[in-house]
């Protein structure tokens, strides 16, 4: 019994593989699904997206979301949810912060807790036991250095890289042909702050649209010392120990080169892939790490 689940994120090189792997891969599985897994600080055009895909291209998307149980040592079970039941104002994301803390460079958790273990649970609970199933994830051939060093031994696949090869302008142009896309900026991406993020795209989201930041100060006020591994000091979002009043500071007082939107080029030479400083979250979307959830 051949299975393969896709982990749709929600972005548009996520739902283009996840199209072409339901087109063209039907007698390679015996089964496949698709899971979509919402943290409740997605941008609600994002989920918009999801619902469209879903509904256009037919892919019978599970909608999940983290339930978190206070209990020391149980994990995040999932809580099937639609596009209209979905979290909209990040009680998932809210829930893991109050029993783990603040997700950071240092402490990784958010994607664990709120994407991996709820999918893994649910593919369980659906009949696939551990092993038993292939996972697909949506990275593409010009951003390989995002693919998992340990894909062999979690069963990861990466269609866009071996099978469909794309580039982020090729996904574009897909996209350009079709009647809908996801109407978000590249630098904007699924999450509304993704701690992921460079510094760079931080400052002119930040600018454009202080108020996506409302939820991660508020956790920052309210959870500083949540978690294990306290030393004293409050754990920060953001990269260089900054808080959401940093990055605001920084938007308003210094001069920055805005971030560029690669979801409407089309050009590979054209493309500007580097921010000022490391990125490693996705242009569009936070891929799913499944190596944390082992």
Not at 73 to 80: A, F, L, N
Not at 138 to 155: K, L, Y
Request: glycine share 6%; aromatic share 10%; hydrophobic share 35%.
């Amino acid at each position: 019994m051949r299975r393969l689940l896709i982990s749709f994120s929600g972005g548009e090189t996520s739902a283009l593989m996840t199209k072409l792997v339901r087109e063209h891969w039907r007698d390679l599985y015996d089964e496949t699904v698709t899971v979509f897994a919402n943290t409740g600080q997605e941008n609600e055009e994002a989920l918009r997206f999801v619902d469209q895909c879903d509904k256009a291209f037919g892919l019978n998307v599970v909608w999940i979301e983290a339930e978190v149980s206070p209990k020391h040592g149980v994990g995040s079970r999932p809580k099937i949810v639609d596009f209209h039941s979905a979290s909209r104002n990040g009680e998932p994301f809210e829930a893991v912060i109050a029993k783990y803390g603040i997700p950071n460079q240092a402490f990784s958790h958010c994607s664990r807790e709120l994407k991996a273990r709820p999918i893994h649970r649910w593919a369980r609970e659906h009949g696939w036991p551990a092993g038993s199933y292939d996972t697909a994830i949506g990275i593409r051939v010009d951003e390989i250095d995002r693919m998992s060093r340990n894909a062999a031994r979690e069963r990861l696949i990466y269609p866009l890289v071996s099978r469909f090869p794309h580039t982020k302008p090729k996904v574009n142009e897909f996209w350009q042909r079709q009647p809908f896309r996801l109407n978000l900026r590249g630098y904007q991406g699924n999450c509304k702050w993704c701690w992921k993020k460079s510094l760079r795209k931080h400052l002119t989201i930040i600018s454009e649209n202080p108020e996506a930041y409302a939820f991660p100060q508020r956790m920052e006020a309210e959870h500083a010392f949540t978690g294990a591994g306290q030393t004293g000091e409050p754990r920060r979002f953001f990269r260089g120990n900054r808080t959401v009043a940093d990055l605001q500071t920084m938007a308003a007082m210094e001069r920055f080169t805005p971030a560029t939107d690669d979801a409407r080029q089309y050009q590979t030479d054209l493309l500007d892939w580097l921010d000022a400083d490391l990125d490693v979250c996705g242009s569009e979307s936070c891929e799913v790490d499944f190596g944390e959830a082992a």
